[in-house]
Nanobody, 124 residues
Framework: QAQLVESGGGLVQAGGSLRLSCAAS????????MAWFRQAPGKERDFVAG????????MYSDSVKGRFTISRDNAKNVVYLQMNSLKPEDTAVYYC?????????????????WGQGTQVTVSS
């Protein structure tokens, strides 16, 4: 069983940047596809970005494409989400998720493991 711990959230002004990290406890982390989701108050949890086990196949939601970059370092068991040109509508709790198979798309039900989330707040 994998444990995922997010970090790097905080308060930033619009136009600024943040880098989120998701540290995984399991040694077989490099076998997992990974993704980031976010959930704003009163809204559903939405897909942000995902990548395959090696990190060379990625997928992004239209709302973050061109501004966010997902990456991973399998030697460190960490997945990153670099967020640039942040907007107030990016404000949400951000979660990382892991799939023991090869899925890195937008269906939340496909992911077996989830972190506790980290708050990102973008002020206007």
């Amino acid at each position: 069983q994998a444990q995922l711990v997010e970090s790097g959230g905080g308060l930033v002004q619009a136009g600024g940047s943040l880098r989120l990290s998701c540290a995984a406890s399991r040694r077989t982390f490099s076998d997992y596809a990974m993704a980031w989701f976010r959930q704003a108050p009163g809204k559903e949890r939405d897909f942000v970005a995902g990548l395959n086990w090696a990190g060379y196949n990625t997928m992004y939601s239209d709302s973050v494409k061109g501004r966010f970059t997902i990456s991973r370092d399998n030697a460190k068991n960490v997945v990153y989400l670099q967020m640039n040109s942040l907007k107030p509508e990016d404000t949400a709790v951000y979660y990382c998720a892991a799939d023991v198979g090869s899925y890195y798309g937008p269906r939340a039900a496909m992911y077996e493991y989830w972190g506790q989330g980290t708050q990102v707040t973008v002020s206007s």
